[in-house]
């Protein structure tokens, strides 16, 4: 009767496959991709792209694409890192017939037991992470340069606009912008709004003021006789 018993409770708890209405369809916003996500897993995945993108704050599509690029990378290594703990996790819950009696002994020898069972896959799951690793660093690297870039072709349009603003003031003239310095023809990739450079025209003027007034000039150095 015991016997009977407990095969009924083991009946009563086996799990049940999930509910495909469990599932959401997400269509990410920025790649346009349709993701087939747990509801936790969506909210966990948007929290997570957002993050990427506010810490590598990139501008214009080039640099947004290169963004979620990397921020599905990292995402894809923490799926990686939780099925690799996962599955030492399941082999703490099977049952094995070499037993020390001891929970942190037995857990490392559970462990060991789910490596030799299938050392394969491990190593793949091994290379699949190194082989993200290696990717998410080539994209970093690609949007730094374009970063890189794009700020280079913000501060040389800044200092055209400001010794044409310094011109046009020493004629009694006001710089037009959208006149006197026409799109970086070398940078087209890059759009800069006239209001944008014309704040950051007057930023430099004034800082190069304050610095004019303000700054010490350093004292030579004398030479020892």
């Known amino acids: 009767m015991p016997a009977q018993v407990t095969e009924e409770k083991l009946q009563l708890t086996e799990p049940k496959p999930r509910d495909p209405r469990a599932l959401n369809a997400y269509r990410h916003g920025l790649t346009g991709q349709v993701l087939i996500l747990t509801p ?3 909210v966990a995945y948007k929290a997570h792209c957002q993050t990427i993108h506010q810490t590598l ?5 080039m640099e947004v694409e290169l963004a979620q690029e990397i921020a599905d990378d990292r995402w894809r290594l923490k799926l990686a890192a939780a099925l690799d703990n996962n599955i030492y996790s399941f082999g703490l819950t099977q049952p094995d ?22 050392p394969k896959n491990r ?32 501060q040389q349009a800044v200092e055209e606009a400001a010794l044409l603003a310094q011109l046009a003031a020493s004629k009694g003239e006001i710089l037009d912008i959208e006149r006197d310095l026409p799109r970086l023809a070398h940078y087209p990739q890059f759009d800069f709004s006239n209001p944008e450079i014309g ?19 350093q004292k030579p150095l004398r030479m020892a006789a």
């Open 123 to 154: 190593t793949l799951l091994s290379l699949y992470e190194q082989r993200i690793k290696r990717k998410e660093v080539q994209t970093t690297a690609q949007l730094r340069q374009l970063q890189q870039e794009r700020r280079e072709a913000l």
């Open 57 to 61: 704050a990139p501008v214009g599509g």
């Open 97 to 118: 017939t070499i037993t020390a009696h001891h929970p942190e002994i037995d857990a490392a020898f559970a462990k060991t037991r789910i490596w030799l069972s299938d």
């Open 199 to 217: 704040r950051l025209v007057v930023h430099a003027q004034r800082l190069a003021e304050a610095k004019k007034l303000f700054q010490k000039p």
């Open 40 to 42: 936790e897993d969506e």
